[in-house]
């Protein structure tokens, strides 16, 4: 067992994000060098001494390496994971050394379009690499090697950052004990790439006007679009129902409802700090990942190589990675004869669920993972 | 019984638009009066001695008064409810006079955004005053007494044309002897809500860029978002795959699944020929859609004016108004004590269900309206 850290407002406390420099530069999958790249983390808990009870943090689309507590005493919200990531939470940092990055291709602090391209001397903007999830899952490992962690006890991800963990279980067997899964999918539906492409048009739109960086409509339109497919109708309704503005029919295109000022505020706020290119790269990963297909479609050959335990989790109201694609990872894993645990939890709030402290959801990664941690210590 | 209409093509053949001008002007629910206003509508059948057979076609988001038939004979494709409206077919021209407009604010010869504003002598534009479902439904009861039109046999409508019909029910409860309601809601719900409003947002930019006619990329778009809510997840998986146009991982943000491609040649071609302020006054109508607002959201109490018989259809895996969505509207009815019939269609096409020619769907509509004609017979 490792010291208890100290209980900072039941979080982790204040953290300081590192950086690391890999010189050696990186190939991706589409064949492009980086010849360097820097990589942003955090760790929360200690690393035992047998540097066996590391866990990884892969983060969604929009997310970073910030995960959990606060960067200084005035930051007013803790990281974007920090109601399960804690001393005593679901993963706890009283047990587990907790290792979370900002993805290559990031506009977080990782090398990605707002880097300066070492070629030009200027930002690689739109020409950044096309990055994959293996390219995610590679550069993960290096930052791996770099902090001397040969295997993690466990990867764990929602959304795009459980597709992270699924590659990281088939393409590092040795070095993932348990692969964590939440709200994802083997690979997109052609309405999911239909969405994300939508979400690209708009930002492409912001790019033939030539609008400046402090206001990118179109980038703010694909969060909003995003936005919408995270949520219920059932959610939507809850939260907004059919709240008007004001009780009068009214001339012109003006926020009428409720829910059109929660979009427009949740499309504004976004599109003042997160990368545009960085947009475009992440939901085009999202739209390659398909690890079956260099076999044959065969999701169960696939996952034939991986050796680590896995825990899938679904959420009813989730439209957008719905439990029916879930249980096509839970079927194909239990065909290829490996370990398997799989909850689908109730919950009225979409796809945002996975973020959500969901009573049964929470305690079934809870105790899921202090099983994980008991075998660390036995 | 009328004479049989001669059948070309299985079509009601060749048809000739007609326009009304109504110099009496309209003053609309927001207030605004409108000094004239022309409908281009179409006929197909006899109206027979009685007056008693006709039925009103109420269109959707982007339809018009072209429903069945060939405007000319080089025409190659015919009206938009073709499978649907002719000799023989659910709505038998054989049997009904049938009616079918382009409703006011349209972009397909109806006074709308493109005609020119009296007091200005330019065309409205965005001025054009907003329009409610109630106030087509008072334009459609104008071209019905300008045909000398007391009471429709039916009036019927999928969609957005489904509300247009509810509407008459219980605004004009004794000039409707059926209203059909397809696949439709008794309101927008939030998420409903959402959409329309990142389309009017994507139509925004285009104005904002002051892009020219020909290129209209927003409207595009919001054709493309209307697009993905149209069809399943399910018929897009069918009718895509994730189909990749070539198999390699590509640089850029160019097509590379084949539903990219279709989503932007159903853009480009939308918006060489629609008006974006007419999609911004339809989807704001569709927003502000809520008969029972006025009776303290009670949907049962609304509905108590009602004489009509109703008939309304849904479709299992539509998801913009979804099955319970239309249960609503059957619940009130059946509690408000009017002749209701029902039913659910198991179809994997989505909201776009309502346009095709699924067997259980038009039995369930051939029947239903034969028995409305046998009635006008008897």
């Known amino acids: 067992m490792n010291a208890p850290v100290p209980d900072t407002h039941g979080s982790v406390g204040i953290v300081e994000p590192k950086l690391l420099e890999l010189d050696q530069g990186v190939t991706l999958q589409c064949g492009e060098v980086l010849p360097r790249l820097e990589l942003i983390y955090e760790t ?115 959304s795009l950052g459980g597709m992270q963990a699924l590659q990281w279980a088939i393409d590092y067997p040795d070095r993932i004990g348990h692969a964590v899964l939440i709200a994802c999918a083997p690979k997109l539906s052609a309405q999911n790439i239909a969405f994300n492409e939508i979400a690209r048009l708009a930002i492409k739109m912001d790019s033939v006007d030539g609008s400046s960086d402090e206001a990118l409509p179109g980038l703010g339109l694909a969060r909003m679009i995003g936005h919408v497919t995270y949520l219920s109708d059932d959610s939507m309704g809850t939260k907004f129902g059919r709240e008007v503005k004001s009780g009068d029919i009214e001339q012109g295109r ?92 109730v919950s009225n709030m979409g796809h945002d669920s996975f973020l959500m402290d969901i009573p049964r959801y929470f305690t079934v990664l809870k105790t899921y993972l202090a099983s994980v941690a008991d075998e660390l210590d036995a």
């Open 44 to 158: 929360y808990g200690d690393l035992n001494q047998d540097r066996t009870n590391a866990v990884l943090i892969c983060h969604a689309l929009s997310g970073h390496h910030h995960a959990a507590g606060f960067h200084s005493e005035t930051e007013t919200r803790p990281g974007w994971w920090d109601n399960c990531i804690g001393p005593g939470k679901p993963i706890d940092t009283n047990r587990f050394h907790v290792v979370s990055l900002n993805n290559l291709g990031g506009c977080h602090g990782s090398t990605g379009p707002r880097s300066v391209n070492p070629k030009t001397g200027e930002p690689y903007g739109e020409d950044f690499p096309t990055v994959t999830v293996k390219d995610w899952v590679k550069t993960q490992a290096m930052l791996a090697d770099a902090l001397n962690i040969e295997r993690f006890a466990a990867v764990i991800g929602g």
């Open 254 to 345: 003006d926020v009428q409802f409720q829910v059109e000022s929660y979009l427009h505020y949740q499309g504004s706020r976004f599109a003042q700090t997160f990368d545009p290119n960085t947009y475009v790269l992440v939901t085009r990963a999202l739209d390659y990942f398909d690890p079956a297909i260099e076999h044959n479609d065969n999701l169960v050959d696939t996952l034939q190589p991986a050796t680590a335990k896995f825990l899938v989790i679904s959420f009813s109201s989730d439209w957008r990675f719905s439990p029916e694609r879930s249980n096509e990872i839970v079927d194909a894993l239990v065909a290829a004869g490996k370990s398997t645990v799989s909850a689908n939890i």
